[in-house]
């Protein structure tokens, strides 16, 4: 997440020809579960601005019936949100907050108790410069491991989302977020957001594996895909609807599909109608079976 943030070149970015991905595609068996389909309401920042019920109900019409939250308008309190929430039908997953420590904290189990979720996640904007050095994630491996503690005594579950710096970051030796998956406690759990896995250079589906269980939420969101200077001055390229870009999401949702819960569609900028993007990325996961609302 960030503050802004064609068919055949997925195609061939796959490496698999349009007659044999098809079938590849819808790889679930009926008796099969499926993780769950949410959307990441900072997708809809801009269209909150002046409608948050309207826009809300929108998305229910979609057929998606549970978001992720983020961020409200300046004056939307959290209980406020979280009416607006229930009156369009939806429900949350998770919600992305503080970290659950000093003056933050009261903060954040109100959010939990607001929105009625037990998933709370830790945004991870923008980047701390402590991943620089070992000693510094050293430092933010401790300050998560109390955040989980205090999820736990309140009955909740805290988690981490990342963007590429852990994924770019080398500090003694081993990427950040080596340190991370590592040093954190197994209460904590991660969500994986597979496009800035991709934007730092490393297959989405490969890391996926390589957290195994302990990525319960992932991500989902499409485009080029490519680091640049541009992302540091938080100018991310627009992103496309899932299954129109560069990601190999067959690949990312067979890996995925013995491990996480959710699979959340976000999107940090959108050329065109946002709602279409969000539709169609929507389809495009029940199509395939790669999850279900």
């Not at 943030?5 to 579960?33: I, Y």
């Not at 189990?109 to 991943?131: C, M, N, T, V």
């Not at 969000?278 to 495009?284: K, L, R, T």
Request: with cysteine.
């Amino acid at each position: 997440m960030m503050n802004h943030l064609p068919r055949r070149q997925f195609l061939k970015t796959s490496g698999l020809a349009l007659g044999a991905a098809l079938p590849a595609l819808s790889f679930a068996r009926d008796n099969e579960k499926l993780p769950g389909i949410a959307l990441q309401l900072y997708t809809v920042r801009d269209k909150f601005s002046t409608d948050i019920p309207g826009t809300l109900h929108k998305i229910g019409a979609m057929g998606i019936t549970h978001v992720e939250t983020a961020f409200w308008p300046q004056g939307v309190t959290v209980k406020q949100a979280a009416q607006y929430i229930k009156d369009a039908g939806l429900s949350v997953c998770s919600s992305h907050v503080d970290i659950p420590t000093g003056d933050k904290k009261a903060g954040v189990l109100q959010a939990a108790e607001a929105f009625g979720s037990k998933k709370i996640i830790w945004h991870g904007w923008p980047e701390d410069k402590r991943y620089s050095s070992l000693d510094g994630t050293k430092e933010l491996i401790d300050i998560y491991n109390k955040a989980g503690e205090t999820a736990k005594a309140n009955g909740l579950q805290f988690g981490l989302h990342n963007h590429w710096w852990e994924f770019r970051n080398k500090v003694g030796g081993r990427f950040v977020y080596e340190w991370l998956l590592e040093g954190v406690s197994k209460d904590i759990f991660f969500e994986i957001d597979t496009y800035w896995v991709k934007v730092a250079g490393h297959d989405p589906a490969a890391i996926i594996q390589k957290y195994g269980s302990r990525a319960k939420f992932l991500h989902m969101k499409d485009g080029p895909a490519k680091f640049s200077a541009a992302l540091l001055s938080d100018k991310p390229d627009p992103m496309v609807p899932l299954g129109k870009g560069t990601q190999n999401v067959p690949a990312i949702a067979s890996a995925a599909k013995k491990y996480i819960d959710w699979m959340v569609i976000e999107m940090d900028v959108v050329q065109g109608d946002v709602f279409a993007a969000i539709q169609e990325s929507y389809q495009y996961l029940v199509r395939y079976k790669f999850a279900q609302a």
